[in-house]
């Protein structure tokens, strides 16, 4: 079992798995998320900086795009190039 050495938040947890108990899975809000999911997110993420932030005169998506690959790297969290909001407006939607 994992302990992260970092805060989750509010709307992720760690919960056990439904047939064994020693696997882990990720809550998001209540709702168990699985990597497919994750996946269409961070491309959606990437699509919307490249659109926000076009090339060539800005870095698009390949700011976030290194900053996801440093993380999964080291395997340790650490805050977005630029520092990290510590809450954001639309945070309160959720739930």
């Known amino acids: 079992m994992i302990e992260p050495n970092f805060n989750l938040g509010n709307y992720i947890k760690l919960i056990s798995g439904k ?9 998001f809000n209540g ?3 699985y990597p497919a999911e994750i996946s269409k997110i961070v491309l959606l993420f990437l699509l919307i900086e490249d659109d926000k932030w076009k090339k060539p005169r800005y870095e698009g998506g390949d700011m976030f795009e290194n900053y996801l690959i440093s993380i999964m790297k080291s395997r340790e969290y650490h805050d977005p ?3 990290a909001l510590s809450s954001h407006p639309y945070q309160d939607k959720l739930g």
């Not at 047939?19 to 809550?27: A, N, R």
């Open 81 to 83: 190039p630029r520092g």
């Open 19 to 27: 047939k064994l108990s020693d696997k882990q899975m990720i809550e």
């Open 31 to 33: 709702r168990v998320i």
